[in-house]
């Protein structure tokens, strides 16, 4: 052989992309595939077979480290220097023609392994940059600790050296022992790589923006076909998610590719063997952060390739957001997120992965409320594994997963129920908020206020109620561990209870029930009589007419509250909303009922009218407006009985017991959150809240009740002139010019008479209405889930429409 010189030369590079402070170009070893610098002897003039197969060996252990040899050399159009960048690709080899076909059919099978060292080295040092986690950083180690200790050790230290020292080693010796040690492990490894890069050559060329969306799109279609569905809590735990794709492959999704290889080998045990073993080591970094998120609630995820995503932590140099009373609701539920992008299989059966997510913030929640740093040997009876050596899979992580979410609960119950005594907050909720069975409220303030709430929405109104409940809360001070109404604060909202209902059942209803309910009979006859026919309009001074609809304070009479933290992780922000709906509801009831009660001592106690002079037709009259009165206070009387002790009161029960006797062993927050939440959904249904259309019928028939009140109350004057006693008595004496006229009289009581017909029919035909809305409510409403409160109501709505 001929050997040409040949001098490597280093050249020092000043301006390099890459960031290194040693940048630097070797060049590589000469390429025989391009210029040549070792003459080769022609295979065809060697006679001798074993001499050929001699130098195929030779050139094998060459290309098995990524080398070219003499008659085996790269393709032409491969150049190593390319190597270093994205597309990592390794070198394909051309055989001599005149290779023996036997050695050549060996030598095109040893030689792929060339190419995967190649590829596996160069993805190596790729891939271990900090930018593409600590999974892939561990990945990384592990193909080299295999190309170095494993691959290179077997063929420097048994097949070269079976090549130098054993005349008779062969090519076929050479494959064997390749397969033996390292082939099936070198090609495992290899086609990993390769997915890898095929995932991030696709995330390189994504749409990340429509990628999120179609991501979001898919969890909302999940979420619907959940609810569509009567489903178990245990597999119907709905959550947020972060639906953003990362750039690159980190964490999770290494992993599952992982996994994913192992389930494609099933069969193969040795392939098997080798595959878990690298699952075990490549995810010890994952073990890490799984066990520091279960065991302490704290996330150790720098490069954000763990299943749980922290919101709150903007990037590396900017602060975390601190958790204040004003923002910790909004932190407790949007915080920590499931990253869906890298969440292992195994954690997406079932509910696992719901379980690692609320172990995690509610450890977090003990933490930030009992200011400690950890949560271990805080309960005398824990014996957890601590670290985590290995990723547990399928049933195991199952059981891993619930002692974790066990014992999360069990110190979120010692917090509730031994520090914050929770069954006291909500008795306290359901008393000074949802203002139930609360007599004193309504002696102190609501009576005290009736003037102001009957006058229309104003802001001096609105102070000079502020300042009643003021004084009513200063009055409650020496009750003594009072929470909830300290922290009331009394508004007159912009929009009238109607509105709001309205508003909330557009969100919550489907405008199909509503359209079919007002097709029901005795929808269609119905006029706003009422409303055209009663004066809803008041003339002004200046002539114009000002609409009033709704505009009396009660309408407008809410209490706002902003949940201290923690206990705004149970009463959630919608919870409120829904104690809000309620508790306006339940105060225009017994508004109502009181206004009733007022005019009830008007027309039966009043000595005008109980005149005993009054001609027979206008006792009629007064007979009749005693009736009327009776059917409207017999109206809202069943209302707000029906509201409070059906509804309210039952629900309630029922929600104290599972608060009382919930233990350390059996509290579930998820569950408990639930709980209070169908709690005050199921008021809201049966309450009929959740219709708009009953409800606008409703407040319809409190309006006539209103202006039937306070037509009542307005005529003392009129019943003097019905009667020639009453008036000399009351008008005799203040002005002697004025004289009785019995026309005028006769007149007058015809239109009281008429006027009493008209609120009759109205009141008759809306309240009909009202019993055939709640029947159709019974039958094909919302009110299907929990019919048997509502049913109840229709029933009793019919009895008083047969007593009439």
Not at 140 to 150: A, P
Request: glycine residues 4%; hydrophobic residues 40%; aromatic residues 12%.
């Amino acid at each position: 052989m001929e050997v040409r010189n040949h001098v490597n030369d280093i050249c020092h590079l000043e301006t390099l992309q890459e960031k290194s402070l040693l940048s630097r170009l070797v060049n590589f070893q000469p390429l025989t595939s391009s210029h040549a610098k070792v003459k080769s002897y022609p295979l065809n003039q060697i006679k001798n077979q074993r001499v050929q197969e001699a130098l195929v060996v030779r050139d094998l252990l060459n290309v098995l480290i990524g080398l070219e040899g003499v008659y085996i050399r790269y393709n032409n159009s491969y150049q190593p220097e390319l190597g270093q960048q994205d597309d990592i690709r390794g070198p394909d080899f051309r055989i001599a023609k005149n290779m023996d076909l036997s050695l050549k059919s060996f030598a095109k099978w040893i030689v792929k392994f060339g190419k995967i060292f190649v590829v596996l080295t160069r993805f190596s040092e790729r891939y271990s940059e900090p930018v593409y986690g600590s999974v892939m950083h561990r990945l990384c180690f592990e193909i080299r600790q295999f190309l170095t200790y494993d691959y290179v050790r077997n063929i420097i230290e048994q097949a070269e050296t079976e090549f130098l020292t054993n005349p008779l080693f062969s090519i076929r010796g050479l494959g064997q022992l390749l397969t033996q040690n390292c082939a099936h492990k070198a090609q495992l490894l290899y086609d990993l790589v390769q997915e890898i890069m095929r995932e991030m050559n696709r995330r390189a060329l994504l749409n990340r923006e429509e990628a999120d969306f179609q991501n979001f799109m898919q969890d909302l279609r999940k979420e619907k076909n959940n609810t569509d569905f009567s489903v178990s809590n245990e597999s119907n735990a709905l959550f947020i998610t972060d639906s953003r794709i990362n750039v690159h492959a980190r964490g999770g999704v290494i992993l599952q590719m992982i996994q994913d290889k192992i389930d494609v080998n099933r069969g193969n045990e040795r392939n098997v063997t080798f595959l878990q073993k690298l699952f075990e080591d490549v995810s010890v970094q994952y073990c890490s952060m799984l066990d520091s998120w279960l065991i302490n609630g704290s996330l150790e995820d720098p490069y954000n390739e763990f299943m749980v995503a922290d919101t709150a932590q903007l990037s590396s140099r900017q602060e975390a957001i601190r958790l204040t009373s004003l923002n910790s609701e909004r932190l407790w539920d949007t915080q920590y997120v499931i990253r869906k992008d890298g969440v292992l299989n195994d954690f997406e059966n079932g509910n696992i992965a719901f379980k690692v997510l609320m172990t995690g913030k509610l450890l977090n929640l003990f933490r930030n409320c009992c200011n400690l740093q950890t949560t271990t040997g805080i309960l005398p009876d824990e014996n957890l594994k601590y670290p985590l050596t290995r990723l547990p899979q399928r049933t195991e992580l199952l059981l891993y997963v619930d002692l974790h979410y066990s014992r999360a609960n069990k110190l979120t119950h010692f917090l509730f129920y031994n520090g914050y005594d929770l069954p006291q907050i909500l008795l306290e909720f359901h008393h000074n908020f949802l203002l139930f069975n609360n007599p004193g409220f309504f002696k102190e303030f609501f009576n005290r206020s009736l003037v102001e709430l009957t006058k229309l929405r104003t802001d001096t109104v609105e102070e000079k109620l502020r300042r009643t409940f003021q004084e009513y809360q200063r009055s409650r001070e020496d009750d003594g561990g009072k929470v909830v109404l300290p922290l009331l604060n009394l508004q007159l909202d912009k929009s009238c209870f109607h509105r709001v209902i309205q508003q909330f059942s557009m969100e919550t209803s489907t405008d199909k029930d509503n359209a079919n309910l007002m097709q029901a009979r005795n929808f269609e006859n119905l006029r706003d009589l009422l409303l055209q026919d009663l004066d809803m309009q008041e003339v002004s001074e200046s002539g114009q007419t000002k609409k009033t609809e709704f505009e009396y304070s009660i309408h407008h009479l809410q209490f706002e509250i902003v949940v201290p933290y923690p206990f705004n992780t149970i009463i959630s922000r919608t919870c409120i909303f829904q104690y809000q709906a309620i508790q306006r509801y339940l105060l225009l009831l017994h508004y109502y009922n009181k206004v009733l009660e007022d005019t009830w001592f008007e027309i039966n106690k009043n000595k005008i009218w109980r005149h005993s002079g009054f001609n027979k037709d206008v006792h009629l009259w007064i007979r009749r407006c005693r009736v009327v009165h009776f059917r409207m206070a017999q109206f809202m009387k069943l209302m707000l009985e029906y509201t409070s002790l059906d509804v309210i009161q039952n629900e309630w029960l029922e929600l104290e017991k599972q608060t009382r006797n919930a233990t350390s062993t059996g509290f579930d927050l998820p569950q408990f959150q639930s709980a209070l939440q169908n709690f005050l959904t199921q008021q809201m249904t049966h309450s009929l809240l959740t219709n708009a259309s009953l409800v606008r019928l409703l407040v319809q028939i409190t309006d006539i009740v209103h202006r039937f009140c306070k037509f009542v109350t307005s005529l003392r004057k009129t019943l003097c002139l019905l009667d020639v006693r009453l008036f000399s008595y009351y008008h005799g004496q203040l002005s002697k010019e004025m004289q009785y006229d019995e026309s005028a009289a006769l007149q007058k009581l015809q239109e009281l008479q008429q006027y009493l017909d008209l609120v009759w029919n109205s009141f008759s035909q809306h309240k009909s209405a009202f019993a055939e809305g709640v029947r159709y409510y019974c039958n094909h409403g919302s009110a299907r889930s929990g019919i048997n409160p509502v049913l109840a109501l229709e029933e009793r709505l019919r009895d008083i429409e047969f007593d009439r």
